[in-house]
C-alpha cells in the first residue's frame, strides 16, 4: 500500500485543552496578536491570523483549573507557528523581551530560526521563519541536513 500524502497538505489547526481561557487569551491574543473569530462562552474560543476560521482552538472542556501536563508523558511537544518574513519573528522576539516573557531556547535549523517558549499552561510553542528552500543546507547526495545551532537573535533584532 504505497501512498504519499500530496504535497498541498497542510496542519490546518491545533486544539490545545488549557486550565484558564482568559490566561490563555492574555498569550495567544494579548502577546503572540491572534484575533479572535468565535467565542463559545467562557469555555472555547477559535482564534486566528488574517482572518483564517481558526488556526489555534482553545477549550477548558475537560481542563478547566487543571494543572500543565506533565513534561514526561506523551502528547504534544510543540505547536510550531510559522511567520511568514524573518521581520515578523523580529517582531514577535522583540515584543516577547518586551514582556519579559521567559524563553525556553532559540535556535538556527538551517532550514529555520525558530524561537521555542511554553504557554501559561505549559505548552511548548515554537515561533519560527523558514528560509527559503534554495538556501536549505543539503549534503552532496542532496539530503537535507538540518542542524541545531545558535540563533544570532542580536542580528534578527537589527532587521527592526
Not at 11 to 22: A, C, F, N, P, T
Not at 47 to 53: L, V, W
Amino acid at each position: 500500500m504505497d501512498y504519499t500524502v500530496p504535497s498541498g497538505t497542510r496542519i490546518g489547526h491545533v486544539h490545545l485543552k488549557v486550565s484558564d481561557l482568559d490566561k490563555a487569551l492574555a498569550f495567544y491574543q494579548g502577546l503572540l496578536g491572534f484575533e479572535i473569530m468565535q467565542r463559545y462562552g467562557t469555555q472555547a474560543v477559535f482564534i486566528s491570523a488574517g482572518g483564517y476560521h481558526h488556526h489555534i482552538g482553545l477549550n477548558t472542556w475537560y481542563s478547566k483549573n487543571a494543572p500543565p501536563a506533565p513534561q514526561r508523558a506523551c502528547g504534544l511537544f510543540h505547536t510550531a507557528i510559522l511567520y511568514p518574513t524573518r521581520r515578523d519573528l523580529a517582531v514577535v522576539l522583540k515584543r516577547l523581551i518586551d514582556a519579559n516573557y521567559p524563553l525556553t531556547g532559540t535556535a538556527d535549523h538551517g532550514v529555520s530560526e525558530a524561537i521555542y517558549l511554553n504557554d501559561p499552561d505549559g505548552n511548548g510553542v515554537e515561533l519560527y521563519f523558514d528560509r527559503p528552500r534554495e538556501l536549505w543546507p543539503f549534503d552532496a547526495e542532496g539530503n537535507l541536513q538540518m542542524v541545531t545551532e545558535a540563533l544570532n537573535t542580536n542580528e534578527l533584532l537589527s532587521l527592526l
